[in-house]
């Protein structure tokens, strides 16, 4: 099973918002989540299947879709914000990872 | 709240052992029901599942690395370690460790900051 990501690379302005895609090969349901990971910092859950938001998240972050067609939105986007934000399944084993987008914050 | 630390040498010489331990605080590695996973990304590539074990010992690897991964656990230290055996540069990566289970059944949360290790002579 595949998840593909896209775009690869987003650049926006502070206050701006962002979606993201994450496309499966294969149907998941609704068994995908979101992380976002910082150098040198541990990648951290963000939402997980597919739309509960993790304990201390914004919510401004939101994850929707089902199936194989999923989006993590990000409204109001703060400097924090720049990362690379990565999809993940655990409906097929083994689980497996999108190849992350780069939300950039000019 | 439950805290993951990856510890080990940052550099590996090629064909050698590569060598890691996850420490895990706030915690019990022995809570029911949790998986304790490594997972590790090289440069340009995404995220990818090495291995997991559970407090009884119970492991599965990535059928890729079988032949070389070796996860243990010991309990009364609070931490799981990793073993790949005759690495080569390809084995270059970001290494976590991670935790299954908690809060977020099924989900890999928390996670450790991630040790850089690399293959070279």
């Known amino acids: 099973l595949v998840l593909t990501q896209s775009p690869a690379t987003v650049s926006l302005s502070p206050g701006e918002g962002a979606t993201l895609s994450c496309r499966a090969s294969q149907n998941v349901g609704y068994y995908l989540a979101w992380y976002q990971l910082k150098p040198g910092q541990a990648p951290r859950l963000l939402i997980y299947d597919e739309s509960n938001r993790a304990s201390g998240v914004p919510a401004r972050f939101s994850g929707s879709g089902s199936g194989t067609d999923f989006t993590l939105t990000i409204r109001n986007l703060e400097p924090e914000d720049s990362a690379v934000y990565y999809c993940q399944q655990r409906s097929h084993w083994p689980p497996s990872f999108g190849g992350g987008t780069k939300v950039e914050i000019k | 709240q439950v805290q993951l630390q990856e510890s080990g040498p940052g550099l590996v010489r090629p064909s050698q052992t590569l060598s890691l331990t996850c420490t895990v605080s706030g915690g019990s590695i022995s809570s029911g029901g949790d998986y304790w996973y490594w997972i590790r990304q090289s440069a340009g590539k995404r995220l990818e599942w090495i291995g997991r074990?559970?407090?009884?010992?119970?492991?599965n690897y990535i059928a890729s690395l079988k032949s070389r991964v070796t996860i243990s656990i010991d309990t009364s230290k609070n931490h799981f370690s990793l073993r790949l055996e005759s690495v080569t540069a390809a084995d270059t990566a970001v290494y976590y460790c991670?935790?299954?289970?908690?809060?977020?059944?099924?989900?890999?949360?928390?996670w450790g900051q991630g040790i850089l290790v690399t293959v070279s002579s």
């Open positions: 991670a935790r299954e289970g908690g809060p977020y059944e099924g989900w890999f949360d928390p």
């Open positions: 074990i559970d407090s009884s010992g119970n492991t």
